[in-house]
């Protein structure tokens, strides 16, 4: 499977297990959802791992995604604030992940020394 879609499956089980966090607040039963979609998450993130993707733009990828969806989807499904501003900050987040995304693939990975004798 490609890293990106193993990526968006990891981003999409933890928007889930974080919105039913919320509504686990009021019926105890969702935390099976919580457990359920955050330990998928981290099997998925893994997925990306192994493909290939750099840690550090997965993990970016993984959490500003997740930050965006699930405001969105507070607001959608519990009524919370989603204003101008904080599209401001999702936009203000896409542009620093994409930034990290285009310089881990420019990159030029160096092996670090044996530490052998010279």
Same mark, same amino acid.
């Given at each position: 499977?490609?890293?990106?879609?193993?990526?968006?499956?990891?981003?999409?089980?933890e928007?889930?297990?974080?919105?039913?966090?919320?509504?686990?607040?009021?019926?105890?039963?969702?935390?099976?959802? *919580?457990?359920?979609?955050?330990? !998928?998450?981290?099997?998925?993130?893994?997925? %990306? &791992?192994?493909?290939? @993707?750099? +840690? =550090?733009?997965?993990?970016?990828?993984?959490?500003?995604?997740? *930050?965006?969806?699930?405001?969105? !989807?507070?607001?959608?499904?519990?009524?919370? %604030? &989603?204003?101008?501003? @904080?599209? +401001? =900050?999702f936009?203000?987040?896409?542009?620093?992940?994409?930034? *990290?995304?285009?310089?881990?693939?420019?990159?030029?990975?160096?092996?670090?020394?044996?530490?052998?004798?010279?």
């Open positions: 499977m490609n890293r990106y879609l193993w990526l968006a499956a990891a981003v999409l089980s928007v889930c297990g974080t919105v039913a966090l919320r509504a686990a607040t009021d019926h105890p039963a969702w935390f099976t959802v *919580v457990v359920i979609g955050y330990t !998928a998450s981290f099997f998925l993130l893994a997925g %990306a &791992l192994r493909e290939g @993707m750099a +840690l =550090g733009a997965a993990y970016g990828i993984w959490g500003a995604s997740g *930050v965006t969806l699930t405001a969105i !989807a507070a607001a959608l499904v519990f009524d919370e %604030a &989603l204003t101008v501003l @904080m599209g +401001l =900050g936009l203000a987040i896409v542009a620093g992940v994409v930034l *990290v995304e285009i310089g881990s693939h420019r990159a030029v990975h160096t092996p670090a020394p044996t530490g052998g004798p010279s």
